[in-house]
């Protein structure tokens, strides 16, 4: 189905229509998980955010709402600056928790780490072009949703994809070649 499908659904979903929320929930509700999971790196803190999401979008007027041409690119655009807040204030947090064991003596301890070479090799790039790559595959958007979504020009987004694949390329080099040997 069409993106302006969804876009029907999110409005017949605000003025109360279950059916089309169920049905909204369903399309969209996963692409719009996996990202926020990805993007989060915790399950618990992804589920506050996209719940935050959806009650975002229902409080939206039904005339903002007609406006909008993909449901998907507006919703994980909601996501995503929910998760940014969500992430600027677990900097925060893990900035007060440093100095607090600073003044205390001891340490924090080290931040779990995951052993698959592509999650690794993800995880080393730069926020940026790790955000889309998730955007792309886990969110499975368009480069014309990415622009949607992130507020900026397609051919922008493409060349930065490009830049990001070629980061991770080249991260995931040394991991092949380790492998042949």
Same mark, same amino acid.
């Given at each position: ?19 089309? $929320?169920?049905?909204?929930? *369903? ?6 998980? $996996? ?10 803190? *992804? ?19 007609? !406006? ?23 900097? !925060? ?29 993800? /995880? ?6 790790? /955000? ?6 886990? $969110? ?40 042949? $040997?």
């Amino acid at each position: 189905m069409p993106a302006s499908h969804d876009a029907k659904l999110l409005l017949a979903m605000s003025r109360g229509d279950e059916t089309a $929320a169920r049905t909204l929930h *369903a399309r969209v509700g996963p692409r719009l998980a $996996a990202y926020t999971r990805a993007f989060l790196r915790n399950d618990a803190a *992804a589920d506050d955010v996209i719940q935050q999401t959806w009650l975002r979008a229902v409080s939206r007027s039904p005339d903002e709402l007609a !406006r909008i041409d993909d449901a998907l690119a507006w919703l994980i655009r909601i996501a995503r600056s929910i998760a940014l807040n969500t992430l600027r204030a677990r900097s !925060r947090a893990s900035a007060t928790e440093r100095q607090h064991a600073a003044m205390n003596g001891s340490k924090p301890g080290p931040a779990p780490t995951d052993s698959a070479s592509l999650h690794a090799a993800v /995880e080393r790039l730069s926020d940026d072009h790790r /955000e889309l790559i998730l955007l792309k595959h886990i $969110a499975d958007l368009t480069f014309d949703q990415i622009a949607l979504t992130l507020g900026e020009n397609r051919s922008t987004i493409a060349s930065r994809y490009r830049a990001a694949m070629d980061a991770l390329r080249s991260h995931l080099q040394p991991n092949r070649e380790a492998a042949h $040997a």
